[in-house]
């Protein structure tokens, strides 16, 4: 496909002073932030005030539109169950489920257009009247193209079938006959209504002969009995009933539809060619309509409105039977006659032209240029990829053009702050790119409340996003700490794995205890389980709750080995020793021996290395010790302590020696 080199939109910014001021910006995900800046132009007016100015231009506009925001979710869960059905089936078995989705996305679709001409019909300001009209027209002509790539590629009707199905395509996309048919049935002669012959030839023009005859049976009603425009109109009816129509599905070949088609053909020319209309025009013109004259048909342009409802009535009544591959020189012929020189064709026309080529990879390439955002071709193409005529075309720059589109499309979604929810489904199937797409989007989504935090997190450890769930974690804990909220700072440094982050947050809550005397966020603490491993601070912090426990229940003997081992091991700090030995003071002077003699050995010598064993350690306690009367006080205090629990130690355990 060639490269389609067009002119880019200008985009105007409501409230900026170019003439005056020079403008700055800065590239955003999937928006633009234009700013004035505090450079005057040479040639500026003096004496103007700039006013301060910061404007976003979105990337993709629409996904701010309430009504698309529907359209968005909806169709998300349509394309998640299409990945999700099998894909063991044949092309014959997935076919009817390819329709049924499709018929599933133009569902949603024609809603989301409903709703958003309800807003155009409510609303009373101008320019939002103007731009929900516009959304109208642009979600009209996107199910327009839809339906069209469903008849031709995704149910890819044969001939006989074909021209059934592209009659449904117009009777749903040009209504506007059954709008003046209900205000003909509505008056009160409806044959005398100036609209009356423009609705009977409507829905001739459309292949709708039971509401054409129905119609024409309140004429020949109000004929006078026995005259001949009566009698012309049982003629008439009489070639409409006999009009053949192909069935799909049906016993009938299309040898046998032909062969009666021609007859009735004939009969309807040898009516003409004997002049049995000519004395009511009326009916002349739609007998001529019948046999498919062209110059008759083309006198109905304000009822066809569209070169494709002119196609469709020619082909009608010409060839029926059309096949895939001939569509194209009757779409072509049927443009340059319906338009002539008065207009050109339009991005819409193009779109159809191709479709009507067959050429699917025409269409995804013109829709995307043509069309504001990517969801359009981004479901169609998907949709189209597993019906099999996309999925052999690979693009030249890595991948695939159904994954790109898809990119693109959930790309254009995580800008906004509720939808890159749903981009994180449409990541997942992208087997080639998806996962590097969401690393990179999902690291850029504000983390502005705890939930949605856990919400990201979630994503990315079920996608084993290692390096994204540390960095959730990391920004998470650091907002805690800043926050002086250390459980949950500590919770998150346990999800991250970080283990130095969890030593920071292990100290700080043994300083809390050092200087409160009491622990903050016990349920934490207390329920650390295997995750106080991740570190040795961690894990001092959580037997060091386990030793409060213990005491608190009294089990003294069980917290006096806990403490022991606590300082022994080395994984209490050395710092954390004063306040080690000072709980064991209470242990010490208790009646019942809690220590024996070699465990108070232990505590002596561990006493003994923090205030004489290291001379850094011993200078820094001589000072304290001269310095603090306190910790004077209290290493006296635990000499004493140790020195009688010592000898009621030996004491004891001599007598149970003795005995």
Same mark, same amino acid.
């Given at each position: 496909m060639d490269d389609i080199d067009d002119e880019p939109l200008e985009t105007t910014v409501p409230g900026v002073d170019s003439k005056n001021r020079h403008m700055g910006f800065c590239f955003c995900l999937g928006e633009l932030l234009v700013f004035e800046t505090s450079f005057k132009r040479r040639d500026a007016v003096r004496g103007v005030k700039g006013s301060p100015l910061l404007h976003f231009v979105h990337k993709d506009d629409e996904i701010y539109s309430p009504v698309l925001r529907k359209l968005f979710n909806e169709s998300r869960s349509i394309f998640v169950a299409l990945q999700n059905s099998s894909e063991e089936g044949t092309v014959k078995t997935k076919r009817p489920q390819c329709v049924q989705v499709s018929r599933q996305y133009r569902s949603v679709l024609r809603a989301a257009m409903e709703d958003m001409n309800q807003l155009a019909v409510s609303t009373r300001d101008p320019n939002l009247k103007n731009r929900y009209g516009s959304q109208v027209s642009v979600l009209s002509a996107m199910e327009l193209i839809w339906n069209l790539c469903e008849v031709l590629f995704i149910e890819s009707a044969t001939a006989g079938s074909l021209l059934h199905h592209l009659l449904d395509w117009v009777r749903l996309h040009v209504c506007e006959v059954d709008t003046k048919?209900?205000?003909v049935l509505n008056s009160e002669s409806p044959t005398e209504h100036q609209d009356y012959w423009h609705v009977?030839?409507?829905?001739?023009?459309?292949?709708?002969m039971d509401d054409a005859r129905q119609m024409l049976a309140m004429f020949a009603r109000e004929s006078i009995p026995g005259s001949g425009t009566r009698n012309l109109c049982k003629t008439l009816d009489s070639l409409m009933k006999k009009m053949p129509i192909f069935v799909p599905g049906s016993n009938q070949t299309l040898t046998e539809f032909e062969l009666k088609w021609q007859h009735w053909r004939e009969e309807c020319?040898?009516?003409?060619?004997?002049?049995?209309?000519?004395s009511n025009p009326k009916l002349e013109m739609i007998c001529k309509i019948l046999l498919g004259d062209e110059d008759s048909l083309l006198e109905q342009k304000e009822i066809l409105t569209t070169w494709y409802h002119f196609m469709i009535s020619r082909l009608l009544y010409s060839h029926p039977t059309v096949k895939p591959t001939e569509l194209l020189c009757y779409a072509q012929s049927s443009l340059d006659i319906f338009l002539g020189r008065e207009s050109a064709a339009e991005s819409l026309d193009n779109i159809l032209m191709a479709a009507f080529e067959l050429d699917v990879h025409q269409v995804i390439k013109d829709c995307s240029i043509a069309l504001s955002n990517w969801w359009f071709v981004a479901h169609l193409t998907d949709l189209l990829y597993h019906c099999k005529p996309l999925q052999s075309h690979n693009l030249n720059f890595?991948?695939?053009?159904?994954?790109?589109?898809?990119?693109?499309? &959930?790309?254009?979604?995580?800008?906004?702050?509720?939808?890159?929810q749903l981009a994180v489904d449409y990541f997942d199937y992208c087997h080639e790119?998806?996962?590097v797409y969401l690393e990179r989007h999902i690291e850029r989504v504000p983390l502005d409340t705890e939930h949605k935090a856990l919400k990201v997190l979630r994503i990315c450890?079920?996608?084993?996003?290692?390096?994204?769930?540390?960095?959730?974690?990391?920004?998470?804990?650091?907002?805690?700490?800043?926050?002086?909220?250390?459980?949950?700072?500590?919770?998150?440094?346990?999800?991250?794995?970080? &283990?130095?982050?969890a030593t920071l947050i292990s100290d700080r809550f043994l300083q809390g205890y050092c200087i409160s005397g009491s622990f903050s966020d016990l349920d934490l603490i207390d329920n650390l389980g295997p995750a106080m491993l991740l570190s040795d601070r961690l894990t001092f912090l959580g037997k060091y709750r386990e030793f409060h426990r213990m005491y608190g229940e009294k089990k003294f003997s069980d917290a006096a080995r806990l403490l022991l081992q606590l300082m022994t091991a080395k994984i209490a700090p050395q710092s954390f020793w004063m306040t080690l030995l000072t709980d064991a003071l209470p242990l010490l002077e208790q009646k019942k021996v809690i220590f024996s003699a070699g465990q108070t050995y232990e505590l002596m010598r561990c006493l003994e290395d923090l205030t004489l064993g290291n001379p850094e350690q011993r200078n820094e306690h001589h000072n304290i010790e001269q310095e603090d009367d306190v910790e004077t006080t209290k290493v006296e205090m635990l000499r004493l302590a140790l020195a009688r629990n010592l000898a009621k130690a030996i004491v004891q355990e001599g007598t149970l020696d003795g005995s």
């Amino acid at each position: 496909m060639d490269d389609i080199d067009d002119e880019p939109l200008e985009t105007t910014v409501p409230g900026v002073d170019s003439k005056n001021r020079h403008m700055g910006f800065c590239f955003c995900l999937g928006e633009l932030l234009v700013f004035e800046t505090s450079f005057k132009r040479r040639d500026a007016v003096r004496g103007v005030k700039g006013s301060p100015l910061l404007h976003f231009v979105h990337k993709d506009d629409e996904i701010y539109s309430p009504v698309l925001r529907k359209l968005f979710n909806e169709s998300r869960s349509i394309f998640v169950a299409l990945q999700n059905s099998s894909e063991e089936g044949t092309v014959k078995t997935k076919r009817p489920q390819c329709v049924q989705v499709s018929r599933q996305y133009r569902s949603v679709l024609r809603a989301a257009m409903e709703d958003m001409n309800q807003l155009a019909v409510s609303t009373r300001d101008p320019n939002l009247k103007n731009r929900y009209g516009s959304q109208v027209s642009v979600l009209s002509a996107m199910e327009l193209i839809w339906n069209l790539c469903e008849v031709l590629f995704i149910e890819s009707a044969t001939a006989g079938s074909l021209l059934h199905h592209l009659l449904d395509w117009v009777r749903l996309h040009v209504c506007e006959v059954d709008t003046k048919a209900s205000a003909v049935l509505n008056s009160e002669s409806p044959t005398e209504h100036q609209d009356y012959w423009h609705v009977v030839t409507g829905y001739v023009l459309q292949g709708r002969m039971d509401d054409a005859r129905q119609m024409l049976a309140m004429f020949a009603r109000e004929s006078i009995p026995g005259s001949g425009t009566r009698n012309l109109c049982k003629t008439l009816d009489s070639l409409m009933k006999k009009m053949p129509i192909f069935v799909p599905g049906s016993n009938q070949t299309l040898t046998e539809f032909e062969l009666k088609w021609q007859h009735w053909r004939e009969e309807c020319d040898r009516y003409l060619q004997d002049g049995t209309f000519a004395s009511n025009p009326k009916l002349e013109m739609i007998c001529k309509i019948l046999l498919g004259d062209e110059d008759s048909l083309l006198e109905q342009k304000e009822i066809l409105t569209t070169w494709y409802h002119f196609m469709i009535s020619r082909l009608l009544y010409s060839h029926p039977t059309v096949k895939p591959t001939e569509l194209l020189c009757y779409a072509q012929s049927s443009l340059d006659i319906f338009l002539g020189r008065e207009s050109a064709a339009e991005s819409l026309d193009n779109i159809l032209m191709a479709a009507f080529e067959l050429d699917v990879h025409q269409v995804i390439k013109d829709c995307s240029i043509a069309l504001s955002n990517w969801w359009f071709v981004a479901h169609l193409t998907d949709l189209l990829y597993h019906c099999k005529p996309l999925q052999s075309h690979n693009l030249n720059f890595g991948t695939n053009m159904r994954e790109f589109l898809l990119l693109e499309y &959930a790309s254009g979604l995580f800008s906004h702050h509720s939808l890159w929810q749903l981009a994180v489904d449409y990541f997942d199937y992208c087997h080639e790119f998806g996962k590097v797409y969401l690393e990179r989007h999902i690291e850029r989504v504000p983390l502005d409340t705890e939930h949605k935090a856990l919400k990201v997190l979630r994503i990315c450890e079920k996608r084993q996003m290692t390096m994204q769930v540390q960095s959730i974690c990391k920004i998470m804990a650091m907002k805690a700490v800043r926050n002086k909220r250390l459980g949950s700072a500590l919770s998150w440094s346990i999800r991250a794995k970080d &283990a130095a982050f969890a030593t920071l947050i292990s100290d700080r809550f043994l300083q809390g205890y050092c200087i409160s005397g009491s622990f903050s966020d016990l349920d934490l603490i207390d329920n650390l389980g295997p995750a106080m491993l991740l570190s040795d601070r961690l894990t001092f912090l959580g037997k060091y709750r386990e030793f409060h426990r213990m005491y608190g229940e009294k089990k003294f003997s069980d917290a006096a080995r806990l403490l022991l081992q606590l300082m022994t091991a080395k994984i209490a700090p050395q710092s954390f020793w004063m306040t080690l030995l000072t709980d064991a003071l209470p242990l010490l002077e208790q009646k019942k021996v809690i220590f024996s003699a070699g465990q108070t050995y232990e505590l002596m010598r561990c006493l003994e290395d923090l205030t004489l064993g290291n001379p850094e350690q011993r200078n820094e306690h001589h000072n304290i010790e001269q310095e603090d009367d306190v910790e004077t006080t209290k290493v006296e205090m635990l000499r004493l302590a140790l020195a009688r629990n010592l000898a009621k130690a030996i004491v004891q355990e001599g007598t149970l020696d003795g005995s």
